[in-house]
């Protein structure tokens, strides 16, 4: 597609589409979705399971990360403690009729070096874990790195910034494919790509935490006008690699499906103007195309490519044809949508990085984010169908989803049962409007360590009370309201009064 059939499709979308209004009569069920449309819930390994120091599991880049204090204070120590309570919790997905289950492997507990012996209780882990699931009828779905790099490897030759990653990360990943591939059919290699290289490598904000001035603070290395790319482009490489042996030698007798998640804004111009239009798509081409356009074109897109010079990497002939369908499906992680307006003076500095590449300063307008997101499910169908005419409309899940609020035992979440409501149903208008979406999972299914902020924000549709040394959990009213969609009951924001009544009995128990 021409930039110039790119610019008015954004024109048509903005002016023709209008945002999606949910009444309190708007009714949808699961029975209105395709039967083969899985709905689910995710966690990470790192932000669920705990027991950061049993069995032989090593640290992680997310563990010195967190034990630096760079996230309130906060670590993955315990977590959820889901590595003791994985049984408990399955029961609990069974409970709310989840369809499938999206959580990580830490290649630290599995493989702890990094490279080289598997650990055993590492890998009777997640044996036992994705064994129980099926027992249940609940579907695997498994990522490969969620942010916790193996720290050995960090150490040895700075991950992701080295070449030597590729041979490490597929041979990690053939280990994987070869213990659980029977029974897991859904891969993804790597979580949000654009977002581990930009938070990572560029304002040091996430694992590894690697920044340079001024465009990160509290870093004590990196360079954030080049690692971004580099590792953009070595979880590219690794990416396609680990696809690739999958493809020849595992996905004929195993049958599954192997891609890569990202993390996408829908971006809208903050004005009409025809700067900030152009700049909504440049935002576009260095957020999603960044990851998405080698594995569709072969190559990056040509504006990144143009303002990034020489500090993006070059793809070889033959690295353009292996990343080049190097997927059989993309999962978005999608919560918001943003503005844009043009910032073309951020190119006259001599020293940059990936945002003053881009040219464009992102604004969520005269909207601040607090406790909750604002709810803009027409951005879901505005990404989904941009996906549809760019990139000729692939398989896709919604890895991603959800409402964020305070942790709190207030267990009546009736801002995130507004949310999911209103974007399960401008994803079911998606479908209805030709999207290849296969399905949607919210996040989280319980209260996770987060990657920002630890234990100060909340997505989970279950609370769990760090005070118990049980580590209790109990069901919000959003669990109750994604159950009963769940079950085939029909939702409308009116119908959340009974919902309510269930979720106050489980509050009254709660403060017993």
């Known amino acids: 597609m021409t930039k110039k059939l790119i610019l008015s499709f954004l024109l048509l979308l903005l ?36 027991a950061a120091f049993e069995d032989g599991r090593t640290p992680s880049i997310w563990d010195t990360f967190a034990h630096a204090g760079r996230v309130h204070g906060a670590n993955g120590d315990i977590a959820c403690d889901g590595y003791h309570k994985y049984k408990e919790d399955v029961q609990l997905m069974v409970e709310t009729g989840l369809e499938a289950y999206r959580f990580s492997i830490s290649w630290p507990r599995l493989i702890p070096n990094g490279r080289g012996p598997v650990n055993p209780k590492g890998l009777e882990y997640y044996n036992n874990l994705i064994n129980e699931l099926i027992f249940y009828g609940i579907q695997p779905h498994v990522t490969l790195l969620h942010n916790d790099l193996p720290q050995a490897l960090e150490d040895e030759y700075g991950g992701l ?12 990943a053939d280990v994987c494919f070869r213990e659980f591939g029977d029974r897991v059919l859904y891969w993804t290699t790597f979580n949000e790509a654009n977002i581990f290289a930009l938070g990572g490598y560029d304002a040091g904000l996430t694992p590894p935490g690697h920044c340079s001035p001024p465009f990160g603070m509290n870093c004590t290395s990196g360079n954030s006008s080049s690692e971004p790319y580099i590792a953009a482009h070595n979880i590219l490489l690794a990416h396609s690699s680990a ?104 190119l006259k500095r001599d020293d940059r990085d990936f945002n003053a590449d881009m040219a464009a300063k992102i604004t969520y307008q005269s909207e601040t984010l607090h406790d909750v997101f604002p709810i803009r499910p027409w951005g879901l169908v505005g990404i989904l169908e941009y996906f549809k ?60 360590f987060e990657l920002l902020d630890g234990y100060e924000s909340s997505f989970g549709l279950y609370y769990v009370d760090l005070e118990d040394e049980d580590l209790k959990r109990y069901p919000k009213l959003s669990a109750h309201w994604y159950s009963n969609f769940l079950k085939g009951r029909s939702i409308s924001l009116d119908g959340t009064i009974e919902v309510e009544k269930m979720s106050a009995i489980s509050e009254s128990h709660f403060s017993q």
């Open 15 to 50: 002016l023709n589409s209008p945002p999606l209004i949910f009444t309190e009569e708007d009714k949808f069920s699961r029975n209105d979705f395709p039967p083969h449309f899985v709905f689910g819930a995710s966690s990470s390994a790192y932000q669920y399971e705990g």
């Open 161 to 172: 910034l080295s070449r030597k990653i590729v041979k490490d990360f597929t041979a990690y």
């Open 243 to 346: 696809a690739r042996l999958y493809k020849k030698n595992h996905q004929a007798r195993q049958r599954g499906f192997i891609g890569i998640n990202l993390f996408a804004y829908w971006f809208i111009p903050y004005t009409n103007a025809t700067e900030d239009v152009i700049a909504t798509q440049r935002a576009n081409d260095f957020y999603v195309g960044w990851i998405v356009n080698p594995m569709v074109f072969g190559d990056y897109p040509y504006i990144m490519k143009k303002n990034a010079g020489r500090r993006i990497p070059a793809f070889t002939k033959l690295e353009s044809k292996q990343v080049k369908g190097s997927f059989d499906f993309i999962g978005l992680n999608h919560y918001n949508t943003l503005y844009i307006k043009d910032n073309p003076s951020s």
């Open 389 to 448: 005419q760019v990139y000729g409309n692939p398989p896709i899940y919604i890895h991603e989803n959800g409402q964020m609020t305070r942790r709190n035992t207030t267990l009546n979440d009736t801002p995130r049962v507004n949310y999911l409501h209103g974007f399960i149903g401008s994803l079911l208008d998606a479908l209805r409007n030709g999207s290849n979406t296969r399905g949607y999972f919210t996040w989280s299914f319980l209260d996770l």
